[in-house]
């Protein structure tokens, strides 16, 4: 079992019988005194780790990084305070992926602070959907107002090559499962959150003229969102394309959804890493993925740094 800041060690379930919390925890500032003894299990889990994940740092943070498969060279860029690996957090999943390190690391880039998951968690490694989540909502707890998401994608909007980074604004989630399904916890959200705006446009803008300013070329679509692990058929990128989409993915949906539903304003980027609509008798492979997510993440770093520093 992990141990706290102070040297105890969280047992697997928070031990306060009547309301799931540790109190002693509680009452030295590690949990926000807003919870009730009827919350929810999922609700205690949270606490748990954010109890845990605060005791570990001296810093407070707005903003949440995701970093997505290969684009771990963003924490090059930061000034690092502590490294968590996510089985040392209480109730976090553990990243299974190659090219996903797993683990948390709290630091700052210039003066803002910050925290990066380095690796995420995929429904395809067999999470349900509220584990997959369950990090955004220990992020709010910690008071994180900003949540940005990165992804390797494959391209099926024509006029994408792979490299190319494309702004999210906004995604089709009907081939995933809502990881709001379930029993709702009020603390977190409303039982039904409006999704018309599911990519903030203040952030949307912000990224704009940053990529302006560079003078980096920056391309905008929509995400459609898939379960995985198998890559999309021919057929199937075609059908997603006339649907509406530029970009097709594993991941970052039920994330945004998540981010939404707590309060989140949620900014996410995609480096095109294959091609899906193609004419050659090629096959994809994740090594494909990696090597083009891995050539392409100077870019996405130089931008992704710029706006963390202007929110």
Known sequence: MPECGTGERFPPRPYCKQSGLCIRHAEAGYIPAIITCSMSESLEKAQAAAAFIKSRTSRSFKTVLILGSGLGNFINEMTIETEIGY???????VSTVEGHSGKLIAGAVGDKNILVFSGRFHFYEGYTAEEVTFPIRVMKLLGAEYLLLSNAAGGVNPAFRVGDLVMITDHISLATVNPLIGRNEPFFGTRFPDMSEPYAKILIEKARQIAQDMALPLKEGIYFGVTGPSFETRAEYQMIY???????GMSTVQETITGVHCGLKVFGISVITDIGIREEDNIITHEEVLLAAN???????ALVKELVKAI
């Open 87 to 93: 089985g040392d957090i209480p109730y976090f999943p």
């Open 295 to 301: 050539e392409a993440a100077p870019k996405m770093t």
């Open 242 to 248: 006339r649907l509406g989409a530029d970009m097709v």
